[in-house]
């Protein structure tokens, strides 16, 4: 067998404690149930989330994909040579081959994502389709910054890539953070390039999470088998139904998991009792206004650029830069 001499992998995800207090805070007496969407993300997660982005019905990922491919040239121009490029939240490979083969000489990709088996699976696919490309893998949750920053040379040119419209996974002062943490990675006059959702008909969207062919209801309620699989539940997810919706007024697609019985789970010795109709609120997805976004990124000290966005302004890329950290 041939060995890849051009990938190393690092873990450094260990937060099984804080999790589990993370989550039964959550659910625990609470008149809003809620599970953070970081935990949809095991393996099998992130393969239903690869299933969505092939989706008809799931725009966002087609769109950003029309704007990697229709301005190679702005990528090519605009970031520098000689650049070590960091991806947050990287999943499938698919984003990052087209933004590679559109820089300058990059010398090397450092892909990080919470779900271990998929990033390690996807990074050696990456350093095999790019031999001469030095790949770092490195499993984490983005808010470990002392521990990533540990990991990466701090006097390389940076571009970090965000892209999938993830910062829409975080309310409004969560992704400000969000933003600020990955300028402390990324260090000053380095680039952020970023893939935000944008705000449009709200059929469109709610489409895009309500798929004809059903992959999105099993994405959502397999967050409760990976919740089984880490914690010893017992969670029974046919004891639930899935349901997403546009809220209008805080812009954002809300997913929800709706007990259709009453009944109870025991978590670590705590029973979690569920009426019928109570939901588990499971993510929100921002939708923003290219000025809205422009907004957030200013609040968190970061210059906007440059915004691309494909035909039917669906979706935007925005070029930000670290100003200071
Ligand atoms: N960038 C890809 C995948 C987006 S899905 C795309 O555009 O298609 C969101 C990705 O972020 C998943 O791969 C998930 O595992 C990762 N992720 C979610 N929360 C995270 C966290 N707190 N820390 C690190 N990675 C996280
Ligand atoms: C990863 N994230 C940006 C996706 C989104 O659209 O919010 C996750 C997702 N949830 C349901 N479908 C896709």
């Given at each position: 067998m041939k060995v890849i001499e051009n990938i190393s992998y690092h873990n450094i995800y260990s937060s099984t404690k804080n999790d589990k207090s993370e989550v039964l805070n959550g659910l625990l007496n609470r008149q809003q149930k809620k599970i953070s969407s970081?935990?949809?993300?095991?393996e099998t997660g992130s393969i239903l989330f690869d299933k969505i982005t092939k989706l008809?019905?799931?725009y966002p990922t087609q769109k950003e994909m029309e704007i990697l491919d229709d301005n190679r040239q702005e990528f090519y121009d605009y970031l520098p040579s000689n650049s070590s490029v960091i991806e947050f939240?990287?999943?499938?490979?698919k984003k990052i081959k087209r933004l590679i083969k559109s820089?300058?000489?990059?010398?090397e990709y450092i892909p990080i994502d919470i779900s271990k088996d998929f990033l390690f699976k996807n990074a050696l696919h990456s350093a095999k389709y790019f031999p001469n490309l030095k790949v770092k893998a490195i499993c984490a949750d983005f808010n470990q910054i002392k521990s990533i920053k540990k990991l990466i040379d701090s006097k390389k040119k940076k571009i970090g890539f965000f892209p999938g419209?993830?910062?829409?996974?975080?309310?409004p002062s969560d992704a400000k953070e969000l933003l600020q943490n990955f300028s402390n990675i990324l260090g000053p006059n380095n680039h952020l390039i970023v893939g935000v959702d944008l705000k449009k008909d709200k059929s469109i969207i709610e489409r895009a999470y309500n798929d004809s062919e059903g992959v999105t209801e099993l994405f959502n309620k397999n967050i409760l088998n990976g919740l089984n699989k880490k914690f010893n539940t017992s969670f029974d997810s046919n004891n639930f139904n899935h349901k997403a919706f546009f809220n209008n007024e805080k812009s954002r697609v809300e997913m929800h998991l709706v007990s259709n019985k009453e009944h109870s789970v025991d978590f670590i010795n705590n029973p979690i009792t569920f009426k019928i109709g109570e939901s588990i609120h499971t993510e929100n997805s921002y939708k923003y206004s290219v000025e809205n976004f422009k907004k957030l990124a200013e609040s968190a000290q970061m210059e906007i650029k440059k915004v691309l966005k494909d035909k039917k302004s669906f979706f935007g890329i925005f070029f930000l830069k670290v100003t200071s950290i």
């Open positions: 970081k935990f949809f993300y095991d008809k019905d799931y939240g990287s999943g499938s490979n820089l300058k000489k990059p010398f419209s993830t910062i829409g996974n975080y309310c």
